[in-house]
């Protein structure tokens, strides 16, 4: 079936449809990872995403079987599919895998999610380099009726749990913060023997007895976030150590009086570098990000951890007395290099 990406500057890509029938419409962004397909698909940072994959060959390794271990899914970061449209290069419609269950496409089918092949992915790449992300439609039969803006909506409160779970008995207890927290954050915690408590996104965190917060990634803009930017405000009063990941980073910055923009095309990938301020220490590391913390407008108190090399964009801020941190890419990565899981071991060593 023939299918079409609608982009918002009037650009069109004709392409061939496989996995859901239907049409979606959302924000058009790109990714550089090579593999690590179903762990990124089930990132709840995708909400609202259509997901071009700068990678040609997609599907040839299927989509692992589901299993279970400790309470969570070991496999994949969330419970479902996340991006809302899917556009690669070329499908592979045969899989060879020992692990795989089913094929790319019967899993999209399954969630709902549209894809498109047959597209140039480098061209569509460099246009959004150029032009920074942009709205687009995938459009099969009936077109959506208008382009639609995941970062105007509370995205957060779409993909956060509805009421605490409490995962593992270690001697520490630390409180999540779910903004759209990937399964991955959750297992590197309790590989430490730390008991975890997953609250949503408004969650008064404050009140908890625990030894530590952990603010997660999510979608959108994270000034939508307000009722956890309040949270956190509440959080940074106390002395108990408070760790932010991603969109938790952004949501940190806000909460200590900082500002944040939103990126021209994001940083999504397996192999953003990433130097330790004060240093020639380089990290490679996975991303999935749109927006970041604009450190000029740090508060004293505060400074810079991480920044990009690519861009020179902030990667990470820490307050200069207290135990207060955050980091834009993901230590504990899935897919991607784990360089940078030594920052859990920081963060549970304090509390």
């Not at 499908?91 to 894809?115: I, M, T």
Request: hydrophobic letters at 35%.
């Amino acid at each position: 079936m023939n299918a079409k990406l609608l982009l918002e500057d009037g650009s069109i890509f004709n392409g061939t449809s496989f996995g859901w029938s239907g049409s979606v419409a959302g924000e058009v962004v790109f990714n550089t990872g090579m593999v690590g397909y179903p762990e990124c698909f089930t990132d709840p940072s995708y909400k609202g995403q259509i997901l071009i994959l700068t990678y040609p060959l997609i599907g040839n390794y299927g989509v692992p079987a589901e299993s279970e271990r400790n309470g969570l899914n070991a496999v994949f970061e969330s419970k479902r599919i996340q991006i809302s449209g899917l556009v690669v290069s070329e499908y592979s419609a045969n899989f060879s895998h020992w692990d795989a269950q089913q094929s790319l496409a019967s899993w999209l089918k399954e969630n709902r999610v549209p894809g498109l092949a047959g597209v140039d992915t480098r061209m569509l790449t460099q246009k959004l380099r150029t032009h920074g992300c942009m709205l687009g439609k995938l459009v099969q039969g009936e077109e959506p009726k208008e382009f639609y803006d995941p970062n105007r909506d509370n995205v957060v409160a779409q993909v956060s749990v509805e009421k605490p779970v409490t995962y593992g008995s270690g001697k520490r207890r630390v409180v999540v913060i779910d903004c759209g927290c990937k399964n991955n954050i959750l297992r590197s915690l309790l590989a430490r023997n730390v008991e975890v408590t997953v609250v949503p996104w408004n969650w008064p965190v404050e009140k908890e007895k625990c030894d530590g917060v952990l603010i997660s990634n999510g979608p959108g803009d994270p000034k939508i976030c307000e009722a956890t930017i309040n949270t956190v405000r509440k959080l940074l009063k106390q002395d108990k150590p408070v760790f932010g990941i991603c969109l938790g980073s952004q949501i940190l910055g806000l909460a200590a009086g900082a500002d944040t923009f939103k990126l021209k095309y994001g940083h999504r990938g397996q192999n953003q570098p990433c130097v330790l301020v004060g240093s020639k220490r380089c990290f490679i590391t996975s991303q999935n990000h749109g927006y970041a913390v604009d450190e000029n407008t740090l508060p004293a108190e505060w400074e810079p951890w991480f920044f990009n090399a690519n861009d020179g964009t902030n990667e990470g801020i820490r307050h200069r007395t207290k135990p207060f941190s955050g980091v834009q890419f993901h230590p504990e990565a899935s897919p991607g290099p784990v360089d940078t899981k030594f920052l859990f071991d920081e963060f549970v060593g304090r509390l």
